[in-house]
């Protein structure tokens, strides 16, 4: 079993920055795919980006990208989500998820198989 923790959720301010990372730990040694997912209020959890074991091969949501740069660190069993020109419509509980059965998750949700606590992200208009 993977266990995983985000941090680096806030408050900011439209147009603002913040980086969210996530760390792996426990059966870390056959983790392929990370992801990051998250979910408004009264909305379902949403695909946002993800990257490949090499880190070559990633993916995002059109509505983040150009603006959020997914990047993981294998040494470290940490991915991260760098998040620039931040809307309002951005705010949600941000979640990273892994996939250690090598399904090649990508945007498939339910091929996802470890699931972080979430890290609430505010923007304000």
């Known amino acids: 079993q993977v266990q995983l923790g985000e941090s680096g959720g806030g408050l900011v301010q439209a147009g603002g920055s913040l980086r969210l990372s996530c760390a792996a730990s426990g059966r870390t040694f056959n983790i392929y795919t990370m992801g990051w997912f998250r979910q408004a209020p009264g909305k379902e959890r949403e695909f946002v980006a993800a990257i490949g074991w090499s880190a070559r091969n990633t993916d995002y949501a059109d509505s983040v990208k150009g603006r959020f740069t997914i990047s993981r660190d294998n040494a470290k069993n940490t991915v991260y989500l760098q998040m620039n020109s931040l809307k309002s419509e951005d705010t949600a509980v941000y979640y990273c998820?892994?996939?250690?059965?090598?399904?090649?998750?990508?945007?498939?949700?339910?091929?996802?198989?470890?699931w972080g606590q979430g890290t609430q992200v505010t923007v304000s208009s």
């Open positions: 998820a892994v996939d250690s059965q090598g399904r090649n998750a990508g945007r498939r949700i339910y091929h996802y198989d470890s």
